[in-house]
T-cell receptor, first 114, second 106 residues
Framework: GAVVSQHPSRVICKSGTSVKIECRSL??????MFWYRQFPKQSLMLMAT?????????EQGVEKDKFLINHASLTLSTLTVTSAHPEDSSFYIC??????????FGPGTRLTVL | GQQVMQIPQYQHVQEGEDFTTYCNSS?????IQWYKQRPGGHPVFLIQ?????EVKKQKRLTFQFGEAKKNSSLHITATQTTDVGTYFC??????FGAGTRLTVKP
């Protein structure tokens, strides 16, 4: 399967600041990537589908102006949490679409907003 | 979107006992995937089922897809401590079930 990295693995920021999370597909050309968030001991919630060279498709209830996604190349997608607030604290995980609906996940980024 | 319900939420077993988690959908699924997430880790793809009534095995793990393609199960035979983690199913539209957290007592 694809090898996916995320950076940073952990980030702590002050309320009101913006945080950028990078998701890289190291050995696979990823035309499609997915962004999830996961609260402690809960399931993964799909936030958006990121398509290389086009606008992301956001799930219902996810603010596109708050969670900016850029997928400018086949190996990199970024998620920027703008004007972060404590309720945005979560585990953010990206994944790369493999063949036939399979996914390969990155290691995740734990965001803590103070 | 379609909802995928997963039960049980938690399962604690003695090492050597069997374990099963179930996923159910109100609508027909095009396929279903299973993932395992170790504590503190990220989900790792285990398998995908596509065909009605499909059964696949990976060593001690047996995966089934229902005839109506609305339910699926993951069965682990003779659990080991390395099986600890949360097992998620996901429908064909990337929507995950709530997960079943398995703990194994040595």
């Amino acid at each position: 399967g694809a090898v996916v990295s995320q950076h940073p693995s952990r980030v702590i920021c002050k309320s009101g600041t913006s945080v950028k999370i990078e998701c890289r597909s190291l050995d696979f050309q990823a035309t499609t990537m997915f962004w999830y968030r996961q609260f402690p001991k809960q399931s993964l919630m799909l936030m958006a589908t990121s398509n290389e060279g086009s606008k992301a498709t956001y799930e219902q209830g996810v603010e596109k102006d708050k969670f900016l996604i850029n997928h400018a190349s086949l190996t990199l997608s970024t998620l920027t949490v703008t004007s972060a607030h404590p309720e945005d604290s979560s585990f953010y995980i990206c994944s790369v679409a493999g063949g036939a609906d399979t996914q390969y996940f990155g290691p995740g980024t734990r965001l803590t907003v103070l | 979107g379609q909802q995928v319900m997963q039960i049980p939420q938690y399962q604690h077993v003695q090492e050597g006992e069997d374990f099963t988690t179930y996923c159910n959908s109100s609508t027909t699924l095009s396929n279903i995937q299973w993932y395992k997430q170790r504590p503190g880790g990220h989900p790792v793809f285990l398998i995908q089922l596509v065909k009605s009534g499909e059964v696949k095995k990976q060593k001690r793990l047996t995966f089934q897809f229902g005839e109506a393609k609305k339910n699926s199960s993951l069965h682990i035979t003779a659990t080991q401590t390395t099986d600890v983690g949360t097992y998620f199913c996901a429908g064909g539209d990337m929507r995950f079930g709530a997960g079943t957290r398995l703990t194994v007592k040595p």
